[in-house]
């Protein structure tokens, strides 16, 4: 129906016109994308633009992660989408599944110009961007892949073929830019239409849904989605040790920890994963340090500002955390390494739960 500006009372119709008739290069798109990718309709963190795969000379135009933890290939054509756009995207991701964290980190650098690694805290970048958008826990990076291709307007073929990848669970999502001219002012209008839109109406007299499977069964969420069988298995032992010790509730309807209160408070959250659980104990501010932890549960000490490859790669550790003057959290990662029922490991979680600042 087009856009339209209402100007002394009067509306008025703004002229359609096209990116290649304002001399508007693939380039134009980036910057603005890269500036603000909220245009494409979420948050991201883009850590790379022209991507360079050496080893077959070829590069994607945009790079991005989003608050999952996915890595975001961006295609984008300022014409026509039409073949093979897709199965160049598709290609990339392919080629982005096989990066760790050290190339996120070098690409983020090489995008920024960063040419002293020494100074630079890729980890802490990523942790911020996720706390913007309100995760408190940032999640693994390239878990998964995702495609967004970004034109001005897409053709039957591809459209058919982005909707089919799309129902059989490859996430990918089209985006048609419109463009319009009023003076020289040049508007632009995002319109998603792979995924199609559902009618905000859709839904009214339907039977409400239960909600997310983390919501719905926290249990089997965390036991079997979230955990590998060795990561249930000291999941359910650290329970076990847990109530066998302590009058603490267990809340399971987190997506990504299960939470052990007193009273209305968390005293302790375990964050499941597939190769460690991450335990975070809330306690009085200098009860506890790394080094004390370190040496008296015979676990490793990891730096705050090392990166979370390097963190990842450890065996069992620990790290204590100033939050204020009243409050510390120590982070204890534990492996297939680590001996739940040690005595040592008992009598810190009663030191750490008679250190709880809300206990009383």
């Known amino acids: 129906m087009g856009i339209w500006k209402i100007s002394n009372n009067a509306p008025r119709k703004i002229e359609n016109t096209k990116f290649n008739?304002?001399?508007?290069?693939?380039?134009?798109l980036e910057d603005w994308i890269t500036v603000d990718p909220s245009i494409l309709g979420e948050p991201l963190l883009i850590v790379g633009r022209q991507v360079m795969f050496p080893d077959i000379r070829d590069k994607l135009d945009l790079l991005a992660i989003d608050p999952q933890g996915n890595s975001v290939i961006i295609e984008i054509k300022r014409g026509r989408l039409k073949d093979p756009v897709?199965?160049?995207?598709?290609?990339?991701a392919s080629y982005?599944?096989?990066?760790?964290?050290?190339?996120f980190e070098n690409a983020f650098m090489n995008h920024l110009g960063v040419r002293d690694s020494s100074s630079f805290n890729?980890?802490?970048?990523?942790?911020?961007?996720c706390a913007d958008v309100g995760?408190?826990?940032?999640?693994?990076?390239?878990?998964?892949?995702?495609i967004i291709i970004v034109g001005n307007s897409v053709r039957e073929k591809l459209g058919s073929v982005a909707l089919w990848l799309f129902e059989h669970s490859i996430d990918i999502k089209v985006i048609e830019m419109q463009a319009y001219k009023d003076g020289n002012d040049i508007l632009i209008e995002p319109d998603v239409v792979v995924p199609v839109k559902v009618s905000k109406f859709a839904k009214i007299g339907t039977i409400k849904k239960e909600g997310s499977p983390w919501v719905k069964d926290g249990k089997n969420w965390h036991l079997e989605k979230k955990c590998s069988q060795k990561t249930k298995e000291m999941l359910l032992k650290f329970i076990e040790v847990i109530l066998d010790t302590f009058e603490v509730d267990i809340k399971w309807n987190q997506k990504f920890y299960v939470a052990f209160r007193v009273g209305n408070y968390n005293w302790c959250t375990v964050g499941t994963a597939v190769?460690?659980?991450?335990?975070?104990?809330?306690?009085?501010?200098?009860?506890?340090?790394?080094?004390?932890?370190?040496?008296?549960?015979?676990?490793?000490?990891?730096?705050?500002?090392?990166?979370?490859?390097?963190?990842?790669a450890l065996?069992?550790?620990v790290y204590v955390k100033r939050e204020n003057?009243?409050?510390?959290?120590?982070?204890?990662?534990?492996?297939e390494d680590f001996n739940i029922n040690s005595q040592e490991f008992l009598e810190f979680l009663k030191e750490a739960y008679s250190a709880f600042p809300k206990l009383g």
Request: glycine residues 4%; proline residues 2%.
């Open 275 to 312: 190769s460690y659980l991450g335990l975070r104990f809330f306690v009085k501010s200098n009860a506890f340090t790394g080094e004390e932890l370190a040496s008296k549960l015979n676990i490793a000490k990891f730096d705050e500002e090392e990166s979370l490859s390097e963190k990842l």
């Open 96 to 103: 982005i599944s096989k990066w760790e964290f050290e190339n």
């Open 135 to 146: 995760i408190e826990e940032a999640p693994d990076i390239n878990t998964d892949q995702r």
């Open 325 to 335: 003057d009243e409050k510390d959290k120590i982070y204890i990662r534990i492996k």
């Open 315 to 317: 065996p069992s550790s």
């Open 122 to 129: 890729f980890n802490a970048k990523y942790e911020e961007f």
């Open 21 to 28: 008739q304002e001399q508007l290069l693939e380039g134009n």
């Open 86 to 92: 897709d199965m160049q995207a598709l290609r990339y």
